[in-house]
């Protein structure tokens, strides 16, 4: 069945980066954009970016232009989603969703940020 | 502040119809389709209705999606205790070649 593995929760500290996976079956891969979403504890979503996998073209949310970057590994169907810089407020769960209508989800890694 | 305008709550009790709404602009609920999300507690989304009223397989047909103009909203008929959860509409922004999505909407099944 179609399916995303996201990689595991994460504690980092102030300034530090993070890399988070999203390894997807079950379909084509390069077929799909995979878009990364957050969600702050208490709070709604909020859209990070996409990947289109078959060429690697990407498109950031304003907000994150210079501290995300959004790769992929076509031979093991994987995305990745590194944030740098991390700040305290960047403490949320981050989830990879498939296509335009962000038909599968990810079951959420779990990042957090303090000293 | 998101993008896309959705009532903090909602409330019905069981075997009531209940609908929630979301409004946007004509970037995005105006020019595109609506997708609907249900996120049960400590689960991730999952979604329930997309281009503005189709049910992916598996969603009862207690739910329905609609839209007009920069407008949506999202119906659950027969209000069962299994639909407390938050909602979420979102839509593609042509602005912002990305989808925004509503600030969630927490229906509790009184």
């Known amino acids: 069945q179609v399916q995303l593995v996201q990689s595991g929760a994460e504690v980092k500290k102030p300034g530090a980066s993070v890399k988070v996976s999203c390894k997807a079956s079950?379909?084509?891969?390069?077929?799909?954009?995979m878009h990364w979403l957050r969600q702050a504890p208490g709070q709604g979503l909020e859209w990070m970016g996409w990947?289109?996998?078959?060429?690697?073209?990407?498109n950031y949310a304003q907000k994150f232009q210079g501290r995300v970057t959004m790769t992929r590994d076509t031979s093991i169907s994987t995305t990745y989603m590194e944030l740098s810089r991390l700040r305290s407020d960047d403490t949320a769960v981050y989830y990879c969703?498939?296509?335009?209508?962000?038909?599968?989800w990810g079951r959420g890694t779990t990042v957090t940020v303090s000293s | 502040q998101s993008v896309l305008t959705q009532p903090p709550s909602a409330s019905g009790t069981p075997g009531q119809r209940v609908t929630i709404s979301c409004s946007g602009s004509s970037s995005n609920i105006g020019s595109n389709t609506v997708n609907w999300y249900q996120q049960l507690p400590g689960t991730a989304p999952k979604l329930l209705i997309y281009s503005d009223n189709q049910r992916p397989s598996g969603v009862p047909d207690r739910f329905s999606g609609s839209k007009s103009g920069t407008s949506a909203s999202l119906a659950i008929s027969g209000l069962q205790s299994e639909d407390e959860a938050d909602y979420y509409c979102a839509a593609w922004d042509d602005s912002l070649n990305g989808p925004v999505f509503g600030g969630g909407t927490k229906l509790t099944v009184l």
């Open positions: 969703g498939r296509g335009y209508t962000l038909d599968v």
């Open positions: 079950g379909y084509t891969f390069t077929g799909y954009y």
């Open positions: 990947i289109n996998p078959n060429t690697g073209d990407t």
